[in-house]
C-alpha cells in the first residue's frame, strides 16, 4: 500500500542547482532509513544519498560536498538538493526505503546539460 512518489527533476545547465522530492503515502519515515539512488541509460542503479532515522547522513563520492539529503518525518517527504550539477548527475532519480525493498517510485528525470 505504500507508494512513493519523486517530482522536481528537470533539465538544468551545469553548475546550477535542483531539488528533488519524494513523498510516501505510508507513515515509513519515523522507523525507516531512506535513499537516493540514481540510474543513467545504460547504467545500473546506484547509491547515491543515504539518511537515517536520526539524521546520519552518507553519500556517493560522486556527489559528496555537492548533494545533500535531508528528511521530514512529520510530512513523510525526503529531499535532495543538487548543488553545482555536471552533465554527469544526468539521470532519472529514485527515492527507496530498505524497509520496503520492492517499493520503487515513478523516478524523477535528471538531465544537465553542458
Known amino acids: 500500500q505504500v507508494q512513493l512518489v519523486e517530482s522536481g527533476g528537470g533539465l538544468v545547465q551545469a553548475g546550477g542547482s535542483l531539488r528533488l522530492s519524494c513523498a510516501a503515502s505510508?507513515?515509513?519515515?519515523?522507523?525507516?532509513?531512506m535513499d537516493w539512488y540514481r540510474q543513467a541509460p545504460g547504467k545500473q542503479r546506484d547509491l547515491v544519498a543515504t539518511i537515517t532515522v536520526g539524521g546520519s547522513t552518507n553519500y556517493a563520492d560522486s556527489v559528496k560536498g555537492r548533494f545533500t539529503i535531508s528528511r521530514d518525518n512529520a510530512a513523510n517527504t525526503v529531499y535532495l538538493q543538487m548543488n553545482s550539477l555536471k552533465p554527469e548527475d544526468t539521470a532519472v532519480y529514485y527515492c527507496h526505503s530498505p524497509f520496503l525493498p520492492r517499493v520503487w517510485g515513478q523516478g524523477t528525470q535528471v538531465t544537465v546539460s553542458s
Open positions: 505510508g507513515a515509513i519515515f519515523s522507523i525507516s532509513t
